[in-house]
């Protein structure tokens, strides 16, 4: 079955980087892009970017822009996370998830049908 | 960015009954709008996408409807493992958005 794996939970101080990996299964992981997500205590889901496994192209919330880098390694199956001068306000679950898409008449609808289980991220002095 | 208000942010429901809410979003977005449920501890799980597509795998108790600017999320008889945060999501535009959540408790 679909499913990704996501590296284990971090602890950072400000100012320093984090990496989060998310290891794909059971499907060719370079025919759909996978989106980033983050969620703060107690705070709505964030949309981050996401990137195309396939010819890696990659799209930034502007909020963050300048800040995160998503890759990807199509011989490893694995979509990478990398956000830069951490701060408190990032501390947050992060998920990795899967884009798919649907054909309604003639109009094509995305979603994000397979998530990670999500990794920890907590910005600390 | 697109902003999407849903409400309640929190709604009491017994087991059984017929609960409903409501996503807005900030413009048009047609049916580019997809539900999620959370639960505790766990990652969301797409319910309805394409704003009234059942999943597959969802019991057929969800109902999604709405275009343009109004949502609604219908449950049909509320079952113990519902009880959940929901959330609305919009994929018309980059940056995707989501709704605050409503928060489904006994």
């Known amino acids: 079955q679909v499913q990704f794996v996501q590296s284990g939970a971090e602890v950072k101080k400000p100012g320093a980087s984090v990496k989060v990996s998310c290891k794909a299964s059971g499907y060719s992981f370079s025919t759909y892009a996978i989106h980033w997500v983050r969620q703060a205590p107690g705070q709505r889901l964030e949309w981050m970017g996401l990137?195309?496994?396939?010819?890696?192209?990659?799209k930034y919330s502007q909020r963050i822009q300048d800040r995160v880098t998503i890759t990807r390694d199509t011989s490893a199956s694995t979509a990478y996370m990398e956000l830069s001068s951490l701060r408190s306000a990032d501390t947050a679950i992060y998920y990795c998830a899967r884009a798919a898409k649907q054909l309604v008449g003639d109009s094509y609808y995305y979603y994000m049908d397979v998530w990670g289980k999500g990794t920890t991220v907590t910005v600390s002095s | 960015d697109i902003q999407m208000t849903q409400s309640p942010s929190s709604l009491s429901a017994s087991v059984g009954d017929r609960v409903a809410f409501t996503c807005r979003a900030g413009q048009s977005i047609s049916s580019s709008l997809n539900w999620y449920q959370q639960k505790a501890g766990e990652a969301p799980k797409v319910l309805i996408s394409?704003?009234?597509t059942l999943q597959s795998g969802v019991p057929s108790r969800f109902s999604g409807g709405g275009s343009g600017t109004h949502f609604t999320l219908t449950i049909s008889s509320l079952q113990p493992e519902d009880f959940a945060t929901y959330y609305c999501?919009?994929?018309?535009?980059?940056?995707?958005?989501f709704g605050q959540g409503t928060k489904v408790e006994i």
């Open positions: 990137i195309n496994a396939g010819n890696g192209y990659t």
């Open positions: 999501q919009q994929s018309y535009s980059t940056p995707w958005t």
């Open positions: 394409a704003a009234s």
